[in-house]
């Protein structure tokens, strides 16, 4: 895995438009662009949180890069009372975290994806609520 950093540049960031949209309105809501063409305050803003938004995917991306390397993931189906089935979710295999070398587990905190990975083990609780509300009757 790469070690490198790749940063979102708020100067690359390109937003597109469709005029043509139904969504658009002259009439309603915010303007994108000020009377003499530059961004509103509200298309800065809304650019802002996209760039956030990147730079945090980037960096989740780069911390799944570094589980798979150490083989921390694994898939796992969830299998919901009326038959339906949830596939694509990935688990963080405890049972291999224990076993990671001691330099491993190292850099593991020294770069902060063991308080993530704990983040995740504690968010595995609100997955089996979740799974007992969806299948509640409505």
Known sequence: VSQSRYQVDAGKLQ???IAADMAL????GMPLYAADGSESAEL???RAQLLRHLQQL???REWVQRLVALDLLQAQVLQLQDGQQINGLYL???QRLN????EQLKQCHQ???MLLMMAHVLSLQHLARLVQWAQQPE
């Open 111 to 113: 770069g902060n994806d």
């Open 58 to 60: 980037h960096l989740m």
């Open 92 to 94: 963080l295999n405890q």
């Open 99 to 102: 076993q990671l070398s001691p």
């Open 25 to 28: 309105d002259s009439q309603q």
């Open 44 to 46: 800065s803003e809304r």
């Open 15 to 17: 937003l597109a438009v």
